[in-house]
């Protein structure tokens, strides 16, 4: 199986490499924008790195917009929104690199600022962050500093979505600072740094607050964006100590490598199996499966694994309190190499808790590469999540329920093929490619088809269930 480093890690094993292992190398990324780091990173990886922005991320916007100094100002909530997570600028404390934008303050006023919010990439919440306020020197930082703040403790750092391989958090950061408007108004900059082993601040496109972010490298000159020129920090001042958002609950950060099938109980959804081509959760909720307390279900999943492996898990709310918990997770199993398209699938068994809540629930799958997933909100680098709904309902109402809900496995198969259903089966039998019939077989014993007798190649199999529906399906024989 492949496995992937970071670019990162690749450039301080090099380093590591050259200098010796007994030389102290900092996790501290050589590149100004993430966008660099992407592009470097597309030539190093064993993995597709090409970069899908997140639709819908968590801005911070504001009301009461009025405009000054060529600028949307906001007063005391004035800054920038995310856009789509477009763009990262390093700040990472010790890097070598700042990165800094400006805000205004109009003529006559005070603004005193009690919070500053802030969106990063990064892959873990930053341990403290620093500020430098410059003075404004024509249109970039000047060499003033006319305030500063260090080691500060964020009081929330919010998760909103995820992108580059990294998760994007909202940084909340409580502060006391004052900035006078003089008698003409005056422009300020802003400069972070967080003690993190690497941190990009997100930068967007669409920002209209006064000039783009500017970088200096090495304490050279302070130099416009040069990652296309249009970038501003994503960034708000506060005049009070403002509520953290809540957070997201499961994302991908690289790359959407979908599920493709998903069968239990009433349900047998089928959906895109192209990379990229589906959002990180896809909400079908509006498909529903019916599962009584206290019987059990088989459970078979599929999905397009790009090449790798990926572990399928399974949550189901079963007491209803919106929260998905260690006891309502099951771990169904991988699969490897597969086009989502091919039939191979995991299977395995949920049996509901004889003490489920009647009535109608949320299911989630999460698909994930490497490893098994096993928290229904966490930021993941590959895979895909989907929720359904699950209706509950007491064991004597599984009998009025007609759709039939069958597995099969495994695929490809060396041999024996078992097939489970809800209803009795009839008969299955086996096609060649050619649209020859290859096998018959009637009254099945145990569910299982013998296939050990037939050349390698794919089969479709036809079964026949007793109250005349049929279904068909592909087996690789190997």
Same mark, same amino acid.
């Given at each position: 199986?492949?496995?992937?480093?970071?670019?990162?890690?690749?450039?301080?094993?090099?380093?590591?490499?050259?200098?010796?292992?007994?030389?102290?190398?900092?996790?501290?990324?050589?590149?100004?924008?993430?966008?660099?780091?992407?592009?470097?990173?597309?030539?190093?990886?064993?993995?597709?790195?090409?970069?899908?922005?997140?639709?819908?991320?968590?801005?911070?916007?504001?009301?009461?917009? %009025?405009?000054?100094?060529?600028?949307?100002?906001?007063?005391?909530?004035?800054?920038?929104?995310?856009?789509?997570?477009?763009?990262?600028?390093?700040?990472?404390?010790?890097?070598?690199?700042?990165?800094?934008?400006?805000?205004?303050?109009?003529?006559?006023?005070?603004?005193?600022?009690?919070?500053?919010?802030?969106?990063?990439?990064?892959?873990?919440?930053?341990?403290?962050?620093?500020?430098?306020?410059?003075?404004?020197?024509?249109?970039?930082?000047?060499?003033?500093?006319?305030?500063?703040?260090?080691?500060?403790?964020?009081?929330?750092?919010?998760?909103?979505?995820?992108?580059?391989?990294?998760?994007?958090?909202?940084?909340?950061?409580?502060?006391?600072?004052?900035?006078?408007?003089?008698?003409?108004?005056?422009?300020?900059?802003?400069?972070?740094?967080?003690?993190?082993?690497?941190?990009?601040?997100?930068?967007?496109?669409?920002?209209?607050?006064?000039?783009?972010?500017?970088?200096?490298?090495?304490?050279?000159?302070?130099?416009?964006?040069?990652?296309?020129?249009?970038?501003?920090?994503?960034?708000?001042?506060?005049?009070?100590?403002?509520?953290?958002?809540?957070?997201?609950?499961?994302?991908?950060?690289?790359?959407?490598?979908?599920?493709?099938?998903?069968?239990?109980?009433? %349900?047998?959804?089928?959906?895109?199996?192209?990379?990229?081509?589906?959002?990180?959760?896809?909400?079908?909720?509006?498909?529903?499966?019916?599962?009584?307390?206290?019987?059990?279900?088989?459970?078979?999943?599929?999905?397009?694994?790009?090449?790798?492996?990926?572990?399928?898990?399974?949550?189901?709310?079963?007491?209803?309190?919106?929260?998905?918990?260690?006891?309502?997770?099951?771990?169904?199993?991988?699969?490897?190499?597969?086009?989502?398209?091919?039939?191979?699938?995991?299977?395995?068994?949920?049996?509901?808790?004889?003490?489920?809540?009647?009535?109608?629930?949320?299911?989630?799958?999460?698909?994930?590469?490497?490893?098994?997933?096993?928290?229904?909100?966490?930021?993941?680098?590959?895979?895909?999540?989907?929720?359904?709904?699950?209706?509950?309902?007491?064991?004597?109402?599984?009998?009025?329920?007609?759709?039939?809900?069958?597995?099969?496995?495994?695929?490809?198969?060396?041999?024996?093929?078992?097939?489970?259903?809800?209803?009795?089966?009839?008969?299955?039998?086996?096609?060649?490619?050619?649209?020859?019939?290859?096998?018959?077989?009637?009254?099945?014993?145990?569910?299982?088809?013998?296939?050990?007798?037939?050349?390698?190649?794919?089969?479709?199999?036809?079964?026949?269930?007793?109250?005349?529906?049929?279904?068909?399906?592909?087996?690789?024989?190997?």
């Amino acid at each position: 199986m492949r496995k992937k480093l970071p670019f990162y890690q690749l450039w301080l094993f090099s380093l590591a490499l050259v200098f010796g292992t007994s030389t102290a190398v900092t996790a501290q990324s050589p590149f100004k924008t993430l966008t660099q780091l992407r592009a470097e990173q597309a030539l190093q990886s064993s993995r597709s790195m090409t970069q899908q922005p997140k639709s819908n991320p968590i801005s911070i916007n504001e009301s009461n917009v %009025i405009t000054a100094h060529n600028a949307t100002v906001q007063g005391c909530d004035q800054g920038d929104d995310s856009n789509g997570f477009e763009n990262g600028f390093n700040i990472t404390a010790e890097s070598g690199y700042r990165s800094a934008d400006d805000f205004y303050v109009e003529a006559n006023e005070s603004l005193n600022v009690r919070s500053i919010v802030f969106n990063i990439f990064a892959n873990y919440p930053v341990s403290s962050v620093d500020f430098n306020f410059y003075e404004d020197d024509g249109g970039k930082p000047g060499a003033t500093v006319v305030a500063s703040e260090t080691d500060l403790i964020p009081y929330a750092q919010v998760p909103i979505g995820a992108s580059f391989g990294y998760t994007v958090y909202a940084i909340y950061v409580e502060v006391d600072l004052n900035f006078d408007g003089g008698a003409t108004g005056t422009s300020y900059w802003m400069q972070p740094e967080v003690a993190s082993p690497m941190a990009f601040w997100e930068g967007t496109s669409a920002g209209t607050l006064g000039e783009v972010i500017h970088m200096s490298e090495f304490s050279g000159p302070w130099l416009p964006d040069d990652d296309g020129g249009i970038h501003h920090g994503v960034f708000k001042l506060h005049c009070d100590v403002v509520v953290a958002v809540d957070p997201i609950c499961f994302d991908i950060s690289d790359t959407v490598e979908p599920i493709t099938r998903v069968v239990l109980a009433d %349900i047998d959804n089928t959906s895109s199996s192209t990379i990229d081509g589906s959002p990180a959760l896809e909400d079908f909720t509006n498909i529903e499966g019916v599962m009584a307390q206290g019987i059990s279900y088989d459970i078979a999943l599929e999905g397009n694994t790009n090449g790798f492996v990926s572990y399928f898990t399974v949550w189901i709310d079963w007491n209803q309190n919106d929260e998905f918990e260690a006891e309502e997770m099951y771990e169904i199993g991988y699969i490897e190499y597969s086009t989502g398209t091919d039939g191979l699938q995991t299977t395995g068994t949920i049996t509901v808790p004889t003490d489920a809540v009647l009535g109608e629930t949320t299911m989630r799958v999460i698909k994930n590469w490497d490893t098994s997933p096993t928290d229904p909100c966490d930021v993941y680098l590959y895979g895909q999540g989907e929720d359904y709904t699950i209706i509950v309902e007491d064991e004597l109402g599984v009998e009025s329920q007609t759709a039939t809900t069958f597995s099969y496995y495994p695929n490809p198969s060396s041999g024996i093929v078992k097939i489970t259903a809800n209803k009795e089966i009839n008969s299955v039998s086996v096609v060649n490619i050619l649209g020859q019939q290859v096998s018959v077989k009637e009254n099945l014993e145990n569910g299982l088809v013998d296939l050990s007798n037939l050349e390698a190649g794919t089969y479709i199999f036809q079964v026949a269930f007793e109250d005349g529906s049929i279904e068909n399906f592909k087996i690789l024989k190997e």
